[in-house]
Nanobody, 124 residues
Framework: EVQLEESGGGLVQAGGSLRLSCAASGFAFDDYTIGWFRQAPGKAREGISCTSNRNGNTYIVDSVRGRFTISTDTAKNTVFLQMNSLEPEDTAIYYC?????????????????WGQGTQVTVSS
């Protein structure tokens, strides 16, 4: 059974940090691209970062570049999203997703599997 399980969300003050984890199981992790998305109330789901386990390439959107970092622990089939200098605008549900190979990583429809999401709330 394919599973993606996010953890690490919570309530933090502006300027604080959180590290999200996405633990994957049930598929050939090394052949997949893992993406991080977020969805704020009333807004579309937004792709913010991804990592290709095939070639190690990573991508991140400009709005979080310099504050968020994606990394992978291949031994644990886990992808992390380190989030620093958090802002109230970062408040959202954060999801990880997996797609075989690659594709247009920012498009949610690209992905085959999704986690259930973890809530991140940044207070001002």
């Amino acid at each position: 059974e394919v599973q993606l399980e996010e953890s690490g969300g919570g309530l933090v003050q502006a300027g604080g940090s959180l590290r999200l984890s996405c633990a994957a199981s049930g598929f050939a992790f090394d052949d997949y691209t893992i993406g991080w998305f977020r969805q704020a109330p009333g807004k579309a789901r937004e792709g913010i970062s991804c990592t290709s386990n095939r070639n190690g390439n990573t991508y991140i959107v400009d709005s979080v570049r310099g504050r968020f970092t994606i990394s992978t622990d291949t031994a644990k089939n886990t992808v992390f999203l380190q989030m620093n200098s958090l802002e109230p605008e970062d408040t959202a549900i954060y999801y990880c997703a997996a797609v075989y190979g690659g594709g247009y990583w920012r498009c949610p429809n690209t992905y085959d599997y999704w986690g259930q999401g973890t809530q991140v709330t940044v207070s001002s």
